[in-house]
């Protein structure tokens, strides 16, 4: 009998091996080019069908079109069902308070806090007005319109996911295949969830944007010279600074592009020095007004930086970098205090031996006698896979533990995973099927479904967040006017993601609620749902109770409680139960703030309050 794949033809068949794809061909390409003819059914149904080599041919003719396809593809269709969601947690605040504004509003942040005090009732040190203009621009559009703003998170998504293909293409070296293999499995890694599915999370897009941007011009930049390029990098590192402060950054990312890929650093030193100038006097004058503003030079919270810059920093920075990497992995958020024991201690001897790698690489590029070869896959291998994480990984000190903070980071991840794969076909180590069709389809496929828990867990709590919100309006619009509407539900979701923390009083004024209905009540929640601090929550409390109390028509107290997240809101009224009323007034005669929001927590049944 002939070998599977051979032709008969009266002698001995012999099978010919399967040849390795062309360098910079398409790994999916040389699959279609290996393809087996349409059957002869289909050809005759349809005789339009492009032939096998017509579509080998086609693919070949616009490898650039096909790679930027599965890009967009990776990074828009796991996210299309977002676009149904609604509004959570914090968005209401956020995109309340820029509703209305004057069309330079946005330009007043540069030196002052982008986030109103009306949001969370206290000046929060940050100064980000880029992505103040996107709420500015959402709210122009279509103010209470949930769409567009997940609309907006989705085309963010979609740009870095471009941006890390041309950094894999041009900065990498990468073919068409690889280079798309590894922005698509940036688009689609469980880590990004939060940040296209949570609209208060479109910082880290934002901010990756232009720090991308800004680093793939100072490469262009470098090899090709152009004070306009130079001045691109400088105008959106500037960028990059005004919509995160994490993008400080790119100066330590520039210095070990040019010492780990260039591999000139040392050579040409004093240049280097002088193009460096510009970007540490920008750093350091952002970092300047910073302390101007807020008195302190970075951190969300400044108590929690001063904690963690201490003599454990190094332990620290070691667990952070594994719970962000299970994170990455998962899309679950996982804090540094759960770490078992068993891995805390090899965590915390991490950074020794990052530092060990980088030193042992650092010492081989410095030899003359090493390949040329040799040393540039070492040092792209050791910029994306360890530099490049590092570098990224230092901001998250003076914050909490978060997967949409490793967005940045990732970007070293997938171009690494890239370069292996590009190395291993390119060098014959596998073939285009044993690599090119698990790696390309499977790994994606894996991710893709990883992706879709904590996707799906954001898309849920906004289905509940609208339901909670739709049920208090239709209370509010039966009630008697006066009436005291009392309410608990939980801060987050099933799945981790945020329900209703901190959304009120935002999520019942305009334009998430009619004005006729958020006048026509009082309103109580359980501390947990409120905006502010707790000194705030409790004045804003007792004054509501005060109200209805003093109305002459003693209007009733509707009790409207979500536990668990999913259940069917439990509805409570005065007029049935004639004790809630006085179970009121004695929740307001509590002494404290917090002996306040204990009473009232049990007034709603909160698990928190009984325990449970």
Request: charged share 10%; glycine share 8%.
């Amino acid at each position: 009998m002939p070998l599977l794949g051979s032709s008969h033809s009266g002698s001995t068949a012999v099978s010919e091996p399967a040849a390795l794809p062309e360098p910079g061909v398409p790994l999916s390409l040389a699959a279609a080019a290996t393809a087996p003819p349409l059957p002869g059914r289909l050809r005759q149904r349809w005789p339009s069908l492009p032939s096998r080599d017509g579509v080998a041919r086609t693919l070949s003719a616009h490898p650039l079109a096909l790679a930027l396809s599965v890009v967009v593809a990776a990074a828009v269709l796991p996210y299309l069902s977002t676009l149904r969601g609604y509004f959570i947690a914090e968005d209401f605040g956020m995109t309340q308070s820029f509703i209305g504004k004057p069309w330079w509003y946005w330009l007043t942040l540069f030196t002052r806090s982008w986030v109103d005090l009306s949001v969370q009732g206290t000046e929060v040190p940050e100064l980000r007005p880029l992505v103040a203009l996107t709420y500015q621009l959402n709210g122009v559009l279509g103010p209470g319109q949930a769409a567009q703003y997940h609309a907006t998170n989705i085309l963010l998504h979609l740009a870095n996911a471009l941006l890390v293909f041309v950094v894999a293409r041009r900065v990498a070296g990468l073919s068409y295949a690889a280079a798309a293999l590894s922005a698509a499995l940036f688009a689609v890694l469980p880590s990004q969830a939060e940040v296209g599915a949570w609209i208060a999370a479109r910082v880290e897009s934002m901010a990756a944007l232009f720090y991308l941007a800004s680093f793939l011009a100072y490469v262009w930049w470098r090899q090709r010279g152009g004070w306009w390029r130079y001045g691109a990098t400088f105008g959106l590192f500037i960028l990059a600074l005004f919509s995160k402060e994490s993008a400080i950054t790119l100066l330590g990312a520039l210095v070990a592009y040019d010492f780990l890929v260039q591999q000139d650093l040392l050579r040409r030193l004093p240049w280097r020095l002088l193009g460096y100038l510009p970007f540490a006097a920008l750093t350091g004058g952002y970092l300047w007004l910073r302390f101007q503003v807020f008195s302190e030079p970075l951190s969300q919270n400044g108590s929690l930086f001063q904690d963690r810059l201490t003599l454990q920093t190094v332990a620290t920075f070691g667990s952070l970098q594994v719970v962000h990497l299970y994170m990455v992995l998962t899309g679950r958020t996982w804090a540094v205090a759960a770490l078992p024991g068993p891995l805390r201690w090899p965590a915390h001897r991490l950074p020794f031996l990052e530092a060990a790698v980088l030193l042992l690489v650092a010492a081989l590029l410095l030899l003359p006698w090493v390949p040329r070869g040799v040393r540039s896959g070492l040092g792209k291998l050791t910029f994306f896979g360890l530099a490049w994480w590092l570098i990224s990984m230092v901001p998250l000190l003076a914050t909490y533990e978060s997967p949409r903070h490793a967005y940045l980071a990732t970007v070293g991840l997938v171009v690494t995973f890239g370069l292996v794969l590009d190395r291993c076909v390119r060098s014959g180590w596998c073939t285009a099927r044993a690599w090119g069709v698990i790696n390309t389809v499977w790994l994606i496929v894996l991710a893709t479904w990883t992706l879709q828990g904590p996707v799906q867990a954001w898309n849920l709590a906004g289905a509940r967040s609208r339901a909670i919100l739709e049920t208090l309006q239709a209370q509010a619009a039966q009630a008697p006017p006066g009436t005291l509407l009392v309410i608990g539900a939980p801060g987050e979701s099933i799945g981790g993601a945020f329900l209703w923390a901190w959304a009120l009083p935002h999520a019942f004024r305009p334009p998430y609620t009619p004005a006729e209905l958020s006048g026509r009540v009082e309103l109580v929640a359980t501390p947990n749902l409120w905006c502010c601090p707790m000194d705030q929550w409790a004045a804003t409390t007792r004054q509501a109770i005060a109200a209805w109390a003093r109305n002459p028509n003693q209007p009733p107290v509707l009790l409207a409680t979500w536990y668990p997240a999913a259940g069917a809101p439990h509805l409570l009224s005065s007029a049935s139960d004639p004790s809630l009323r006085q179970r009121v007034l004695d929740a307001a005669s509590a002494a404290t703030p917090e002996e306040l929001g204990r009473r009232v927590a049990q007034l709603t049944g909160s698990p928190a309050a009984t325990g449970h």
